[in-house]
């Protein structure tokens, strides 16, 4: 045995090096794989209090940082037709229509105007109820002149609608923006259901370019 490993010596240290070898390779990727998963920011969006049109909507940071949230775009329709709009801060038009109503928004906290600001990790904000965001994008869609030959009411009341919920943020980690979307369908009672379990992340290259565009175009 003494004889075989002197005359094999060599081989053996070389497979002591490539396994040695291996497991640092392991132990690197465990810890890389870590290492992104604590850096790698995350937006979750949930739909809460039942499934009717009024319905509210949840957006938390599961991140291991803070994130700023920069705009919140709902989009109504698939890509054939499809109306979107910016809903991050309020619409006084819509949301305080009465004259008591407007003295309220002078005298209303920054969080109840808008979204937009920093939301630390383990924090979440509330984005609204479903009724009042068709209504407030069906408003903007008429006040800016939009065709798009989709009617978000009509939409909704014919029970087959499609709702995709986008938050484009600045994450401290990552360069530009990030974002995150997840959509929300009406069934033939009317009743709403999240379209896939997780909220989609836009994280990547292309990713963040497309949140990018989306950002651009409704500075």
């Known amino acids: 045995m003494g004889s075989w490993i002197e005359q094999h010596a060599t081989l053996l240290q070389v497979g002591v090096s490539i396994a040695t070898l291996m497991v640092w390779i392991f132990y690197a990727q465990l810890l890389f794989q870590s290492y992104r998963r604590v850096r ?7 739909q809460m209090l039942g499934n009717s049109d009024k319905a509210r909507f949840l957006i938390s940071n599961m991140s291991q940082e803070a994130i700023h949230i920069d705009k919140v775009l709902v989009c109504i329709g698939d ?8 809903v ?16 309220s928004a002078h005298a209303a906290r920054l ?11 383990g924090r979440c904000i509330e984005l609204g ?28 009341g014919e029970g087959k609608c499609r709702i995709e919920i986008i938050v484009i943020a600045v994450y401290s980690s990552e360069k530009g923006v990030i974002g995150a979307s997840r959509a929300f369908v009406c069934d033939e009672d009317g009743q709403l259901h999240p379209e896939m379990v997780q909220t989609t992340q836009h994280a990547g290259f292309f990713a963040r370019r497309r949140m990018a565009r989306l950002h651009a175009q409704y500075a």
């Open 88 to 103: 991050t801060d309020s619409d006084p038009e819509v949301d305080f229509q009465t004259d008591q109503g407007r003295k």
């Open 129 to 156: 109820a479903l009724q009042n965001l068709m209504r407030r994008i069906t408003h903007q869609a008429r006040a800016s002149d939009k065709d798009t030959g989709t009617d978000p009411d009509k939409a909704v």
């Open 79 to 86: 890509e054939t037709q499809q109306v979107c709009e910016q």
């Open 40 to 46: 790698r920011p995350k937006i979750v969006i949930n």
């Open 111 to 121: 969080e109840e105007l808008t979204v937009q600001g920093p939301l630390e990790s």
